[in-house]
């Protein structure tokens, strides 16, 4: 298992990893997939370890040099992820590709993850998936933001997925 998965604060653990992997077997042949959030990749190598025909849209605020690293280190072809530098509400709003999965793992404050949810859900292709990061009902200081309540208050479907933080929906 690869040095970006596990406890506090590494991005994801090895259960989320693995639960990520698990929902991009669901995807179809060549996906297209949006990350928004990238920050270092480590849900880009999980995605694409397990979807390698996959292109991925990297959208973070930051360049974050090791994400390219990181896939470089996993063995994988970083010509198949875009990483798009910018605010993801700025970039979804006009968005032209439809996704078979996107995953919302950005800037956690309630505002910020309502305005990610309505500008990317209609973004995902029917029968494909809206997956988010940091789902953490009743989060409690040092906890910054909250993404549960967002979620609970604008997502009106039963989860496909829910391990530790990670939290998926069949749009």
């Not at 480590?42 to 690293?69: G, K, N, W």
């Amino acid at each position: 298992m690869s040095k970006l998965y596990g406890p506090d604060p590494l991005p994801m653990t090895v259960d989320e990893h693995d639960a990520l992997a698990g929902l991009c077997e669901l995807l179809p042949a060549n996906p297209v997939i949006v990350q928004i959030g990238a920050y270092i990749g480590a849900s880009t190598v999980a995605m694409l370890s397990t979807c390698q025909d996959a292109f991925i849209f990297s959208i973070d605020i930051y360049p974050h040099r090791e994400e390219m690293v990181n896939l470089i280190e996993a063995g994988l072809n970083f010509y198949q992820c875009q990483r798009l530098l910018g605010d993801s509400v700025d970039i979804g709003e006009f968005w032209p590709i439809p996704a078979d999965l996107i995953l919302i793992d950005g800037d956690h404050r309630y505002e910020a993850v309502v305005k990610d949810i309505k500008v990317w859900r209609d973004k995902v292709k029917p029968g494909g998936i809206l997956a988010l990061h940091d789902y953490i009902p009743n989060p409690q200081p040092p906890i910054k933001g909250n993404v549960a309540k967002a979620v609970n208050e604008l997502i009106r479907l039963r989860p496909i997925l829910l391990v530790e933080r990670l939290i998926a929906f069949k749009m």
